[in-house]
């Protein structure tokens, strides 16, 4: 099993940036897709970005294209995505995931999930 834990997540004015973090932990990560995914209140989960940990394969949703990069060390174990220029309607819960690597931008599809950290924007 792989445990991941979330961080980085706070209060930020809009046009302002954050770097989330995704420690994972259990065993070492190989055949993997990790996925960063976001609820807001009254919204169902939703992709944000997502990338093959060993490498290539990164896709984010149109919304964030130009403003979000996924990035992975892979000695550390740590997925990280950084967003700029945020917006209000950006504020959610946002989750790390790992999936098989055939796993694709559903929610349903993945069954390893952190506890997620908030990240408020507001102006």
């Known amino acids: 099993q792989v445990h991941v834990v979330e961080s980085g997540g706070g209060w930020v004015q809009t046009g302002g940036s954050l770097t989330l973090s995704c420690v994972a932990s259990g065993r070492t990560l190989m055949n993997d897709t990790m996925t960063w995914f976001r609820q807001a209140p009254g919204k169902e989960r939703e992709f944000v970005s997502t990338?093959?940990?060993?490498?290539?394969?990164?896709r984010h949703a149109d919304s964030m294209q130009g403003r979000v990069f996924i990035s992975r060390d892979n000695v550390k174990m740590t997925l990280l995505l950084q967003i700029n220029d945020l917006k209000p309607e950006d504020t959610a819960i946002y989750y790390c995931?790992?999936?098989?690597?055939?796993?694709?931008?559903?929610?349903?599809?993945?069954?390893?999930w952190g506890q997620g950290t908030h990240v408020t924007v507001s102006s």
């Open positions: 995931a790992v999936g098989p690597i055939w796993a694709s931008t559903a929610p349903q599809e993945y069954r390893c």
């Open positions: 990338i093959y940990w060993g490498g290539g394969g990164a």
